[in-house]
């Protein structure tokens, strides 16, 4: 499993800002704010995604991609579950994959051989065979949304507003 101590924590950074996201880091032995699944599992408060050096890389970016995919004005309300509906959490789980490919040494591939590793459960029977033949859905919710072009390649969107508020 490839964790946070294991890539370029500077581009995690990085890649999280171009989101309006910041990264917090823990401390080794702490408990990580916000964790879903506690452990080493990463977590989310706010606009923040927390993780230690041996969190996975998998659970950083799925816990960012809950945040990415909501609109800006709901974020300052999250605390440790993001998900709204099964369309959303399907969301996430492709846009995981898809900022892999924005980190050095980490990748898609490698993201969704890690989401297998842990446990993700696809009727496909892998997250890639998911992300390939059965991800439709998500892939409309997020060009919907305009998280990825029509070549499926991620983009760095203006805010996105609540069409609830708007």
Known sequence: MLTLADIDTDAVALLLARYGLRLV????????????WGDCEAGLIGEAVYARDDTPVHSLLHE???LIVLPRERRDAVHTDATDSIEEENAVCVLQALL?????????ARVLA????WGYTFRLGSAAAYLEHDAAEAWA???LNGLVDAAGRTLLAPPRTDPATS
């Open 64 to 66: 960012a991609a809950h």
């Open 25 to 36: 880091r823990v401390s080794d032995g702490e408990p990580i704010p916000g964790s879903y």
């Open 141 to 143: 919710w997020l060009a």
């Open 100 to 108: 892999g490919d924005a980190l050095p040494g980490v990748g898609r």
């Open 114 to 117: 890690d989401m297998d590793a």
